[in-house]
């Protein structure tokens, strides 16, 4: 299906019972998030909004909060885009199988932008940002957010639609310092194309042009989160997903798509930022209060009977966790032909996508030798580290297949396989005073932090052990997490100044019982029963409570030539005094949309 608009797509998600209507009004105030969030934790539909509260413009969202709505929606050119985005990467398959690529050349030329003459579309209308629907979606939210926006600019020095930029950077719509219906919040974090657009008109001394879509075919949502091939634009991506040229025009100057629902049109001048946030984020936390661009808000205009899109991100999973698989989907081996050696990168969702990242590569380097240590391992490890958005993780596990076939997806198995085989004293790499994640509020400051490489290879070099051992049951409440790995309940946080006397006499405590060969992970935690509760717990708390430079210590732990090494790792990942607060469901609003739930309402039938 080839959807010329949303309001398409929701049509057909209904017919094929992909899609539930929600006639009663609903307060955009946390309740619609609320909403949301439940039923996709229950595997639901997707959620039309037909009455939202204060605003005369329905709401829908959870579009792609499954896998199988997701290939639905996309089922009649997702094999097309895939074999774009594989000839992109590796040209030679043409020459190999001809027949099996003939219409993709035909595909990719129909997927080219599309100028149109007229100015605004036919049935567009001026409105202003107040009378969009003003969701707030966590309780201590700054304002309204858009979470589903495609953030569209133009290279100042090349300007036009294929130097363009078109990215999903959110957008705060009120509270703060914004002056309603004149100014809006632009979040977007280090590594992001319309920084360098914004750098190079701050050095010709001018304001950046930014036009801001939401809604339209779901192709031009997902082809603002794509990571794609050197050389191809989002808009040329879009127009291949969908099966239909993006068509756009230019009205006083700014960009306008012709089957977005709504486009905010505004400048973002020179050197101006305001507070923007807090926001509950995709880590599972509030992103705090920081400067960030501010935008002049020009026009804004929505297209007849516009629907606004959402969605509510959190703990993950989430929904972006379903645009995650989607891309994966799509990318297929992408990383494979930009790395040599790499077979498989996977960002882990459970811990919040980049703080922690699985790898698989290979060891050629001295096949010769009979005992085998990391050699091209680690520099593909430091190629992985530095390439787009993977640059942002805190934590790498990277090892090469060999004897039995592995999967990062496996993610017990994969890091019981490293924990087997990594040497403590040799094989942890680290990179301080760097950049991670705007987002992850672990390190020492905004976009600030650190990096380590845990890199495995060879031989089996220990038996992990399969319960608590009596050294660590002394010490407190400790927990076994997975095979080697073991949850220590320790007291709250105090500061960095007080951690290392502490953590020093717990591993000297250890230390001194013996030593403890079959546990190379330990985990200081706040709750060591939430901790090993399940794997997710401890992926998320772990990786996204500790600054490894900071936060990981060593029983019997020691410098040589600046390497550090250790007989068994501490990771420290109590809650730091620093850190953003977790996101926790508001109880008042859980109890207002309870009727919504029941027999014979809108959405009876979904477990809560």
Known sequence: MRYHNLEQCINDLEKHGHLVRIKEEVDPHLEMAAIHLKVYAAGGPALLFEKVKGSK???????????ERSKFIFRDTLEQAQNVIALRNDPIKALKSPFQYIGTGLAARKALPLKKTSGLPEGFREIQISD????????????AFVTLPQVYSEDPEKPGIMNSNLGMYRVQLS????????????HYQIHRGIGVHQDKANKLGQPLKVSCFIGGPPAHTLSAVMPLPEGMSELTFAGLLGGRHFRYSYVDGFCISHDADFVITGEIHPGETKPEGPFGDHLGYYSLVHPFPVMRVHKVYARERAIFPFTVVGRPPQEDTSFGELIHELTG?????????????????????????????SERYTPY???KRPAELLTIANRILGTGQLSLAKYLFITAEEKQPLSTHRMEDFLTYILERV?????????????????????TGLNTGSKVIFAAVGDKIRDLCQEVPGVLKELGHAKLIMPGVVALQGSA???????PQEINRLCGSIRDKGPLPSCPLIVLCDDSDFMSASTANFLWATFTRSNPSHDIHGVNSYYEHKHWGCDNVLIDARTKPHQAPPLLPDAEVESAIRHLFAPGASLSGISI
Not at 341 to 357: I, N, Q, S, T
Not at 430 to 439: A, E, K, V
Not at 493 to 499: K, P, R, V
């Open 175 to 186: 509270g703060n310092d914004y002056v309603l219906n004149k100014e809006v919040g632009i």
């Open 423 to 443: 040497d403590l004293h040799r094989d942890i790499h680290f990179q301080t005073n760097t950049t991670i994640d705007t987002l992850d509020y672990s390190g």
């Open 493 to 499: 946080f105090t500061s960095y100044e007080e951690a």
């Open 333 to 361: 081996g992408a990383i494979r032909q930009e790395i040599p050696g790499v077979k498989e990168v996977h960002a882990v969702d459970a811990a919040g996508v980049h703080p922690l990242l699985f790898a698989i590569g």
């Open 57 to 67: 413009y329905r709401a829908v969202s959870n579009l792609f909060g499954t896998m």
């Open 369 to 371: 030798e009979q005992v």
């Open 132 to 143: 969009l629907p003003q969701i707030k979606h966590w309780k201590d939210d700054g304002g």
